[in-house]
């Protein structure tokens, strides 16, 4: 699918990107969901879908609060408190942490939550706000919501069907 550049063509990309995975996610036993089989976000390790699913639901969270903080006029420390750009390796394993303790089904519950919360805040702009000018340093609000929603939706979408395949689950 194209990047993104405008409201309805994020809003599709968004829907059809995560309406793919939520359907591959829905297939996953959740006894096997927490198997650390998967190759993780940092080099070197392992995660399980369970983590997966908490790294985009990590990501979808910290959206809706750097939104929240530009809101009320509060600076925002990207991409997230305590962490720079060249230690994302660092922040997903803090989001595996932070979804720990939520059941597979909880934590997928969550992430439609984060997902539909993203969908009401571009609902709320137009094509001027989301693309019109930088939000981000060069990135427009738009660019900076469709690089942690649907691209690493598709992404994660490759990776579980090939963890899937590897591991027999139709």
Do not use: C
Request: charged share 25%.
């Amino acid at each position: 699918m194209a990047v993104p550049a405008s409201k309805d063509e994020l809003l599709a990309a968004i829907d059809v990107a995560y309406a793919k995975l939520a359907k591959d996610l829905a297939t996953v036993p959740a006894e096997r969901a927490g198997e650390k089989t998967l190759e993780g976000h940092a080099r070197d390790t392992r995660m399980s879908v369970h983590d997966l699913v908490a790294y985009l639901t990590g990501w979808n969270e910290l959206v809706l609060k750097w939104h929240a903080g530009r809101d009320a006029g509060e600076p925002v420390d990207f991409p997230e408190s305590g962490y720079r750009w060249n230690e994302l390796g660092a922040l997903a394993q803090k989001f595996y942490a932070d979804y720990a303790d939520l059941s597979f089904e909880a934590l997928l519950q969550r992430f439609a939550e984060a997902k539909g919360r993203i969908v009401t805040l571009i609902e709320r702009h137009d094509d001027a706000a989301l693309y019109g000018t930088p939000w981000y340093e060069k990135y427009t609000m738009g660019r900076m919501i469709q690089f942690n929603t649907s691209s690493p939706y598709a992404n994660a979408r490759g990776r579980l069907r090939q963890w899937k395949k590897e591991n027999g689950i139709a």
